[in-house]
């Protein structure tokens, strides 16, 4: 120790450069391979430096503030640009980093100043004022370095401390305003199924759009993601970033003897959110098909090969021809001619599939709040209760699903817990493959947080697709009530309103029911149709609800017993017993049947319509099934059962859609009746009341004459005679043809005969004339081809069981209001036929026969005698009847310029009227004027005086008479008395020749008085029940009660009389009228009769309004 502590240190000091080389000597091989590391990249800045140089400079000076999404961008734009304007506003100079205090009062200002983004809501968001803050201290770091020392935490603090003040103070909302709503899969199926139930019954623009929202709102569902994911999102990059065709896998699982048991669905989602511009970062699901009826219109698959045959992306037209190919294919997987296409498209301004244009995320979402209008969901909804929904329904599942990662797995790999949640363990393990979908389905959870939906029967008519049109008045007057000045209203808080009033009307009023079929315990009656009628369903398979048979009336009142209130009540939707039968036929496409509980389900079968080798069938292996039982109707053979769940699914696809519509326009158009009662009714609907005397029925009938034009234009109305083949106008013929029953609902169907049927459909609610237009004309407005039938017009049905059909709901209301029912068969042996050569036509009165005869066979050339003068030289002739009922519309019946109400600041109806009918039947309706009042607002045309009719001599050859005969009245007694001919011949001869028909009374049946001690009898209700009042001493409803129930008519009630007291606070009388009032101010009050008159009219309306006059002396 001694020896060490005397030595020198320094003797142990080392040369530093002799030890650097020993080391670098010493170095391991595998270190001296990497001392030229990054030799290459520094050489490649070496050689671009004068390049680099300018270039790294100027990015930057010329980096912004703008970067992430579209939508993250337009946050960092829009701070940026408030804060900058808000340093000019105190004149602080940007270049400068602003102090705490200056933060401070830029979020004071901001939230003093920030308007709620809700229709209701009071105040914004906190929420949306931190976003606010976060997005300045995130400028404020980008721009400022020294930003830490200007802006401490301590201004942070006081910021938040003034924040939840304002919360306290209730100048901010600290929470979410809007309520969460949970659209779980129950929900959706019921939203989706009365989605098509609504398009099926009440028609729609154009199928293909409906199919298209449902397989959106179906895709968000069955992928559990957001809208944004399977369209295009407002922040995805240009290009496809949607899910495109070749991103769907659908794989056809078929057994040995190939039968299809089931359709499996594989979907890559490539554009979800965050990672929308990543490269195989990808989700991907797996689901199958629905097997039961009830899920159907949210089966996924059959809305995609739907959605696919009917815009032409797959092989075939037919889902028998793209099974077939699939089968025939490696790995048996439906192949796409477009894969590269979206899935969504777009929809453009002429209502055509954009099928090249991704459809935007809005769109999925405006289909959610379309389908929760038509199932009556009151609550406001979005499509992120979609997602809400699906998050609940599966952490309610039962069971547990396979495949999600979990601490064994990453421990099994070993993985961290960092890893396993950064979810690089999931990357490993790749998609879930569970079946959730289904898992979904076959679970029964019943979500007590569902929103309420309406409790919906076959007999309920449920709201249309297209949405109600909420008139300008409607929606400031309720803006007006929320105390919102309808000036400063945005469009979308316009809108907004609009969709409040539409889900109200649906929530609150009654539910909407069709009108039930004549029991068939009540004899049948006269059909004003004149055709044969088909048979009502007696048996149903389905019970129709409680006090549905209690229900059916025993007639159908005439259109002028009803009251003022009920002819002017609002129609409603058609129902599904007048809908076209073609909606509920099968599709002329065959197809596969599907696998049910029971066991497999159908294969591909035999298309009658193109004639196929049984090879091309026998080469998949099926075996063709049998057709199934039809409904015993007469005229209609081809109506068919909807298979119920759990069946083998049939198709039948022999009848094609444009045979169908050619079959139902083949008949005549001239098959209704155009009686006395009918004219009159329709005059009033056409005119607003009776404008013209009728003459009686020994007054001449004169084809030239203003009263016969009236009569056999009203009579064309009724008829729905198209003025001309080709023509522009609205031609509603009439049709006859077998009713549907409530067992008819193809949105039940199973299997790929949903598929079929769906992917043919195409029926339109349209004013086109379908049938009369070329194919090449059809194709520029509706779409046609690959699976779709040929479009063809909504068929509404006559829903008292005549078998009559009309195109336009006005009309079928105004055939209702005098049908009857069908016909029995007895009444259906004594038609009248028209015994001119080659016409068919049988009618049910001689006047319909006569009036048949005149229009279509016996009409002579002529010149317009309704306002034109018929002496001018350049006055036109009409040589058939169809032109000149077109010159009276476009002339005479039209008015010269479109124009709005005259009083519609008092009824807010923008509408603008064409039609001198349609604008007097408002005034009369809505307003409750009489015909004078309306001449006062409405100019008509003129109109010439009928001129006088000529008559005719005896057509006997030896009859000396030169009289001249002008009435089939006359006619017939001069051939009875001076030519013996019989009575009922000479009256026919007679109204043959004049063209006119003579008045016969009906038949009078007598009923007895109910009273078995009275002997009297009666055929008129009212005179009952003036008996029963007077001599039985009943009260007026017990005789009005019996009356009705005794003589099957409905007796008008007197309306409840309304009284009301004198204005004069002395005088304690009351009155109901007007014109009573108007003489007591007068005798007891001495009022001048101009100052009676406006005291009375100003308290209990116009004087002598229903008769239009204002009394004597007036």
């Known amino acids: 120790?001694?020896?060490?502590?005397?030595?020198?240190?320094?003797?142990?000091?080392?040369?530093?450069?002799?030890?650097?080389?020993?080391?670098?000597?010493?170095?391991?091989?595998?270190?001296?391979?990497?001392?030229?590391?990054?030799?290459?990249?520094?050489?490649?800045?070496?050689?671009?430096?004068?390049?680099?140089?300018?270039?790294?400079?100027?990015?930057?000076?010329?980096?912004?503030?703008?970067?992430?999404?579209?939508?993250?961008?337009?946050?960092?734009?829009?701070?940026?640009?408030?804060?900058?304007?808000?340093?000019?506003?105190?004149?602080?100079?940007?270049?400068?980093?602003?102090?705490?205090?200056?933060?401070?009062?830029?979020?004071?200002?901001?939230?003093?100043?920030?308007?709620?983004?809700?229709?209701?809501?009071?105040?914004?968001?906190?929420?949306?004022?931190?976003?606010?803050?976060?997005?300045?201290?995130?400028?404020?770091?980008?721009?400022?370095?020294?930003?830490?020392?200007?802006?401490?935490?301590?201004?942070?603090?006081?910021?938040?401390?003034?924040?939840?003040?304002?919360?306290?103070?209730?100048?901010?909302?600290?929470?979410?305003?809007?309520?969460?709503n949970y659209l779980g899969f129950s929900v959706v199926v019921r939203m989706l199924t009365m989605y098509i139930r609504s398009a099926v019954e009440s028609g729609c623009q154009n199928w293909d759009h409906v199919i298209l929202h449902c397989l959106g709102v179906a895709l968000t569902v069955a992928c559990s993601c957001r809208p944004g994911d399977v369209a295009k999102s407002a922040d995805a990059p240009d290009g496809m970033s949607c899910l495109t065709w070749d991103c769907v896998n659908l794989q056809v699982i078929a057994d040995e003897l190939g039968e299809v048991r089931n359709i499996r669905a594989r979907l890559i989602l490539k554009f979800t959110k965050g990672h929308k511009d990543s490269l195989n970062d990808d989700k991907t699901v797996f689901f199958d098909s629905l097997e039961q009826g009830e899920h159907s219109c949210a089966c996924t698959v059959k809305l995609l090969l739907v959605h696919a045959l009917r815009n032409g992306f797959c092989y075939g037209n037919t889902i028998s021809d793209v099974l077939k190919d699939a089968l025939a294919s490696r790995g048996q997987r439906i192949r796409w001619k477009y894969p590269d296409q979206p899935v969504l498209s777009s929809v453009g301004t002429n209502l055509r599939l954009q099928l090249d244009t991704p459809a935007p995320a809005s769109q999925i979402k405006r289909g959610v709040r379309k389908m929760a209008g038509v199932a009556g969901i009151l609550e406001k909804v979005n499509a992120r209760d979609l997602r809400r929904g699906t998050a609940r329904d599966l952490a309610h599942l039962s069971k547990t699903f396979k495949g999600v990662c979990g601490k064994n797995v990453a421990a099994g790999l070993g993985h961290t817990r960092a890893s396993l949640g950064k979810g690089v363990t999931e990357r490993y393990a790749g998609p879930v493959q569970e079946d959730l979908l289904t898992a979904r389905t076959k679970d029964s959870f019943q979500d007590r947080m569902a929103p309420e939906l309406n409790e919906v029967t076959y007999d309920d008519i449920l709201p249309t697709v297209r949405a109600q049109r909420i008139s300008t008045y409607r929606i400031n007057k309720r803006l007006e009530e929320d105390g919102i000045d309808p000036v400063d209203a945005s469009i979308q808080l316009r809108r907004d309103t609009a969709d409040i009033i539409r889900r109200e009307s649906i929530h609150n009023g009654p539910p909407k029911k069709r009108l039930p079929q004549p029991s068939t315990n009540v004899p049948n009656k006269k059909s004003k149709t004149g055709m044969k009628p088909v048979e009502v369903l007696k048996d149903p398979p389905t019970a129709p609800p409680s006090g549905h048979l209690n229900t059916i009336p025993t007639g159908r009142q005439p259109l002028r017993e009803l009251s003022r209130s009920e002819m002017n009540a609002s129609q409603s939707s058609t129902d599904s017993s007048a809908i076209d039968p073609a909606l509920f036929m099968p599709s002329n496409a065959p197809a596969l049947g599907m696998d049910t509980p029971q066991g497999p389900a159908a294969a591909i079968f035999e298309d009658h319509t193109a004639t196929k080798p049984p090879s091309e069938i026998d080469l998949?292996?099926?075996?063709?099934?049998?057709?199934?039982?039809?409904?015993?109707?007469?005229?209609?053979?081809?109506?068919?059962?909807?298979?119920?769940?759990?069946?083998?699914?049939?198709?039948?696809?022999?009848?094609?859609?444009?045979?169908?519509?050619?079959?139902?326009?083949?008949?005549?158009?001239?098959?209704?009746?155009?009686?006395a009662q009918q004219l009159t009714a329709l005059e009033d609907i056409l005119w607003g009341s009776s404008a013209y005397e009728r003459s009686d029925g020994n007054d001449a009938f004169d084809l030239q004459a203003q009263e016969d034009f009236n009569q056999q234009f009203l009579a064309l109305a009724i008829s729905d005679q198209s003025p001309e083949e080709g023509d522009d106008d609205d031609s509603d013929d009439v049709g006859h043809e077998s009713l549907p029953g409530p067992d008819h609902q193809p949105w039940l169907m199973t299997g790929l005969a949903w598929i079929a049927h769906f992917a043919a459909i195409n029926e339109f609610v349209t004013s086109k004339p379908l049938h009369k237009m070329a194919s090449d004309e059809v194709a520029k407005y509706f779409p046609v081809g690959n699976s779709r039938n040929a479009p063809t017009r909504l068929k509404r049905f006559c829903r008292l069981g005549c078998g009559s059909f009309f195109w336009g709901l006005n009309k079928l209301d105004v055939h209702q209001a005098f049908c009857t029912g069908p016909d029995t068969e007895d009444e259906s042996d004594k038609k009248l036929q028209c015994d001119e050569p080659g016409c068919e036509m049988k009618f049910t009165k001689r006047g319909s026969l006569l009036a048949h005869k005149q229009r279509i066979h016996a009409f002579k050339p002529m010149k317009c005698q309704s306002g034109c003068n018929p002496e001018a030289e350049d006055s036109p002739v009409y040589n058939t009847w169809q032109e000149y009922v077109r010159h009276q519309k476009a002339v005479h019946w039209t008015l010269a310029e479109p124009r709005k109400c005259p009083l519609s600041d008092v009824c807010g109806s923008e509408t603008r009227f064409k039609l001198i009918g349609d604008l007097t039947q408002h005034l009369k309706g809505v307003h409750f004027l009489n015909r004078a009042q309306i001449d006062e607002l409405v100019e008509r045309p003129e109109r010439r005086k009928p001129l006088a009719s000529k008559g005719i001599q005896c057509p006997q050859a030896n009859c000396e008479s030169t009289a001249s005969f002008d009435a089939p009245g006359k006619l017939r007694d001069h051939l009875f008395k001076k030519h013996g001919i019989p009575k009922d011949d000479a009256l026919r001869r007679a109204e043959e020749l004049l063209g006119a028909m003579i008045h016969r009374p009906s038949q009078v049946v007598l009923k007895p008085c109910p009273h078995d001690a009275c002997l009297e009898s009666f055929s008129a209700p009212a005179k009952l029940r003036d008996h029963l009042q007077k001599k039985h001493s009943l009260s007026r409803d017990e005789a009005i009660r019996q009356a009705e129930e005794l003589l099957g008519a409905v007796v008008r009630r007197r309306p409840p009389t309304v009284l009301k007291p004198c204005p004069h606070d002395a005088c304690l009388e009351s009155f109901s009228g007007p014109a009573k009032l108007r003489d007591h101010l007068q005798k007891k009050h001495s009022l001048s009769r101009d100052e009676a008159i406006r005291q009375a009219e100003e308290l209990l309306g116009p004087v002598g309004a229903k008769t239009g006059r204002r009394g004597p002396g007036s």
């Not at 430096?49 to 939508?71: C, H, P, Y």
């Not at 102090?99 to 003093?112: E, H, L, N, P």
């Open 1 to 180: 120790m001694a020896s060490l502590a005397n030595m020198d240190i320094d003797d142990f000091d080392s040369d530093d450069e002799d030890f650097a080389q020993a080391v670098l000597g010493n170095r391991p091989v595998v270190h001296r391979r990497y001392a030229k590391a990054g030799e290459d990249a520094l050489l490649s800045m070496i050689e671009n430096q004068l390049v680099d140089r300018v270039e790294s400079k100027q990015a930057f000076k010329n980096i912004d503030f703008l970067d992430g999404t579209v939508g993250s961008a337009y946050l960092r734009a829009k701070t940026k640009n408030m804060i900058l304007g808000y340093f000019k506003l105190i004149n602080h100079d940007p270049a400068i980093c602003p102090s705490g205090q200056i933060i401070f009062r830029y979020i004071a200002t901001t939230v003093k100043r920030m308007k709620p983004g809700g229709r209701d809501k009071p105040a914004p968001s906190l929420r949306t004022v931190l976003q606010v803050w976060r997005a300045t201290n995130n400028y404020l770091r980008f721009q400022y370095p020294n930003w830490k020392e200007n802006y401490t935490s301590s201004d942070m603090v006081k910021i938040k401390t003034y924040l939840e003040e304002q919360v306290t103070q209730g100048n901010l909302i600290k929470g979410y305003w809007q309520e969460r």
């Open 620 to 675: 998949l292996g099926a075996r063709l099934f049998e057709d199934q039982q039809m409904v015993d109707q007469p005229q209609a053979n081809h109506y068919r059962t909807v298979p119920q769940p759990g069946w083998n699914a049939h198709v039948d696809d022999h009848v094609n859609g444009l045979d169908q519509e050619s079959a139902a326009t083949d008949l005549d158009e001239e098959s209704e009746e155009a009686d």
